[in-house]
């Protein structure tokens, strides 16, 4: 896994990395020259703080549990008595199957195109009354594709 934040460069997460070094550094040198009952004080509200947080957790916890179980996609029309679990597979394809279908209708109007292509250019040789070495011509294919009068 990557740890960069986005944006950030190698060269300014060490930076960041050093100022961070020398800010925990100061701070604990100077926690150090604080009184005992200040620093009991700190250590006190540092324990409540995790009290607090474990206590927030554990109440959210359940209820997050409690919201995705009942988190359920429903519509007008569609059945509530845990059927819908059908109808999102069938939506969930639909778009598929319709890109499936538009695809295979692409490739047909384009072979009958190529057909038809052909068999004008079949009719236009067998109606016309050309020598047989016009068909060995080089310019005989752009002949072909030239409109007729």
């Given at each position: 896994?990557?740890?960069?934040?986005?944006?950030?460069?190698?060269?300014?997460?060490?930076?960041?990395?050093?100022?961070?070094?020398?800010?925990?550094?100061?701070?604990?040198?100077?926690?150090?020259?604080?009184?005992?009952?200040?620093?009991?004080?700190?250590?006190?509200?540092?324990?409540?703080?995790?009290?607090?947080?474990?206590?927030?957790?554990?109440?959210?916890?359940?209820?997050?549990?409690?919201?995705?179980?009942?988190?359920?996609?429903?519509?007008?029309?569609?059945?509530?008595?845990?059927?819908?679990?059908?109808?999102?597979?069938?939506?969930?394809?639909?778009?598929?199957?319709?890109?499936?279908?538009?695809?295979?209708?692409?490739?047909?109007?384009h072979g009958s195109n190529q057909v038809s292509a052909a068999a004008e250019i079949?009719?236009?040789?067998?109606?016309?009354?050309?020598?047989?070495?016009?068909?060995?011509?080089?310019?005989f294919v752009e002949f072909l594709k030239s409109p007729q009068d």
């Amino acid at each position: 896994m990557n740890s960069q934040r986005p944006g950030a460069t190698p060269n300014t997460e060490a930076l960041e990395a050093r100022f961070a070094l020398r800010a925990t550094a100061h701070l604990t040198a100077r926690a150090e020259a604080l009184p005992q009952d200040i620093t009991e004080r700190l250590r006190v509200a540092r324990e409540q703080a995790i009290q607090r947080a474990r206590a927030v957790r554990t109440e959210v916890a359940p209820q997050v549990a409690a919201s995705r179980a009942g988190a359920t996609l429903t519509w007008p029309g569609a059945p509530s008595d845990g059927g819908s679990g059908w109808w999102l597979k069938l939506g969930a394809l639909l778009p598929l199957v319709a890109l499936v279908a538009g695809l295979m209708l692409i490739q047909d109007w384009h072979g009958s195109n190529q057909v038809s292509a052909a068999a004008e250019i079949d009719a236009s040789l067998l109606s016309d009354d050309l020598p047989p070495s016009a068909y060995s011509d080089p310019g005989f294919v752009e002949f072909l594709k030239s409109p007729q009068d």
